[in-house]
């Protein structure tokens, strides 16, 4: 069975600089995609990047960025030039490839804080 | 296009009572899959729908708990005789697929409160 796992249950950055968040996970397939979350107190689950398993090329999305490294199952999300607003709880998801169901596997989330 | 709706957002309901929360999907949208998130915890996959199939039903308690996605309506989570552990946050997600570049939309959420 895939699992996720984020090994950093908290995360604190100071606006304006740059935070790493960690993310490995486990699967014998491969064909697969990665995604994080971010859920704001509001609780809505709001999809930041999103990285399909086949392609070499890291994911950005503006501030965001992923360091994808497939052998070692790993898949860390940056965040350049924090705001206020990125104060969330992160979350990695994974997602079977061909054949799949379409659900998702979280890991426990990241609760980042942002410091003025 | 409204985005996934859900309702109630909170719901309080005592020991042995009945729970119901309700999703709607995206306009479109014929994949309907439910999650649950506990206190500190990421979102558990539950159950998986299709317009009148339950397509994989395997994190979903056997007993107490059940789920429908009729042809015309929302879809239903149903928890009955709810005890003190099923408080959490219920989300529902909608897609138009599977595949991987099938965006799961999520709704707000119901949280469920057992007093």
């Keep these: 069975a895939q699992t996720v796992t984020q090994s950093q249950p908290e995360m604190s950055v100071q606006e304006a600089e740059t935070v790493t968040l960690s993310c490995t996970y486990d699967t014998s397939e491969s064909d697969y995609y990665l995604f994080w979350y971010k859920q704001p107190p509001s609780r809505q689950m709001i999809l930041v990047i999103r990285q399909e398993a086949y392609k070499q090329q890291n994911a950005t999305e503006n501030r965001f960025s992923v360091n994808f490294q497939k052998a070692a199952k790993s898949f ?16 990695c998801a994974y997602k079977r490839g061909g054949g799949s169901q379409g659900n998702l596997i979280f890991g426990k989330g990241t609760k980042l804080s942002v410091k003025p | 296009n ?11 309901r005592r020991r042995g009572q009945e729970a119901r929360l309700r999703c709607s ?11 649950r998130q506990l206190p500190e915890e990421g979102l558990k996959f539950m159950v998986y729908l299709q ?11 056997k007993e107490r708990f059940s789920a429908e996605f009729p042809k015309e309506g929302p879809s239903i989570l149903r928890i009955q005789q709810v005890v003190r552990g099923d408080s959490a946050a219920y989300f529902c997600a909608s897609s138009g697929g599977t595949g991987g570049r099938s ?11 057992v007093v």
Aim: hydrophobic share 35%; no cysteine.
């Design chain 1, 76 to 91: 860390s999300l940056k965040i350049s030039d924090s705001q206020l607003g990125d104060a969330a709880m992160y979350f």
């Design chain 2, 2 to 12: 409204a985005g996934v709706m859900q309702n109630p957002r909170h719901l309080v």
């Design chain 2, 25 to 35: 999907p995206m306009k479109g949208h014929s994949h309907v899959y439910w999650y």
């Design chain 2, 51 to 61: 317009k009148e199939n339950i397509i994989d039903e395997s994190g979903m308690p």
């Design chain 2, 103 to 113: 965006e799961a939309f999520f709704g707000q959420g119901t949280r469920l409160t």
